[in-house]
């Protein structure tokens, strides 16, 4: 079982849509979650961060965090077509972040 | 302030051949990670030093690959004797002195340099 799983399938929606991405872990001592966003041909950048169980919004960002059943999310509202990118779902334990396999979200104006 | 900088930008090597990726880090950190990202892969952690010091090399391939972070200078991932399977992207990665940010997740990637192994 990998450590966190990421279903890669691209997804596209139209303008003004909400964007809904998730994962889910295994490994119990990963401390803080995290979502980058990552364009064509650059690095990711950090999106959104957050150690506990509940939501964190940011803006348009929501990130949702269940310890329990050891799934994140990612919530965009009002999708713009500047959110088109790849978004990863990260975690931390010690000095290593584990990654998901990313989403391609492409909004279409 | 300029970002995390990494050199080149695209680098072509037959097999065999070696492969030197630099980084320099943002200006003030001195903690440097280096991920690999594979097709259809996500991003791998390799390998997190500090200046002078390797730190955590579990993610590094037990033989061929090598990194440092001297005193002066940017940060190399060194990889020798290249084959097909190290086609891929590598990502730089760095983050502030003394901040466990590092530790929480608070990265600041630079644009990767992309490997092809003919």
Redesign the interface.
Known sequence: QKEVEQDPGPLSVPEGAIVSLNCTYSNSAFQYFMWYRQYSRKGPELLMYTYSSGNKEDGRFTAQVDKSSKYISLFIRDSQPSDSATYLCAMSVNNRLAFGKGNQVVVIP | NAG?MQNPRHLVRRRGQEARLRCSPMKGHSHV?W?RQLP??????MV?LQKENI??E??MPKERFSAEFPKEGPSILRIQQVVRGDSAAY?C?SSPEGDRL???????????TQLSVL
Not at chain 2, 102 to 112: E, H, I, M, P, V
């Open positions: 995390v990670y991920y259809e892969e996500g991003l791998k952690f997190y730190i955590d579990s993610g990502f990665a590092s530790a929480r997740g608070k990265l600041f990637f630079g644009s990767g």
